[in-house]
């Protein structure tokens, strides 16, 4: 069973909790946790950005595929 952290700062921005920052339990604080999902929601629906190439790969591989772009880096 994994053993759960608890973080005292924000892993993105570094705020503190003794400082008044509220932390999520993946670590991140009220304004940088939106911010990220933001991030991700936009790089999924417009098909470009690092998240969405993780996602890509990740999916790829869930049916043991790789993607072609992996393959021609490795030539």
Same mark, same amino acid.
Not at 31 to 47: K, M, S, V
Not at 61 to 73: F, T
């Given at each position: 069973?994994?053993?759960? @952290?608890?973080?005292? @700062? *924000? =892993? @993105? *921005?570094?705020?503190? =909790? /003794?400082?008044?920052?509220? +932390?999520?339990? @993946?670590? $991140? *604080?009220?304004?940088?946790?939106?911010?990220? =999902?933001?991030?991700?929601?936009?790089? +999924?629906?417009?098909?470009?950005?690092? $998240?969405?190439?993780?996602?890509? =790969?990740?999916?790829?591989?869930? &049916?043991?595929? &790789? +993607?072609?772009?992996? &393959? +021609? /880096?490795?030539?």
């Amino acid at each position: 069973m994994a053993t759960s @952290r608890t973080y005292a @700062r *924000c =892993r @993105r *921005c570094g705020a503190h =909790r /003794d400082e008044g920052a509220s +932390l999520s339990k @993946r670590g $991140y *604080c009220t304004t940088c946790g939106p911010a990220i =999902r933001n991030q991700q929601n936009d790089e +999924l629906h417009y098909h470009q950005g690092d $998240y969405f190439k993780q996602w890509r =790969r990740a999916m790829a591989a869930s &049916v043991g595929g &790789v +993607l072609v772009d992996d &393959v +021609l /880096d490795a030539e």
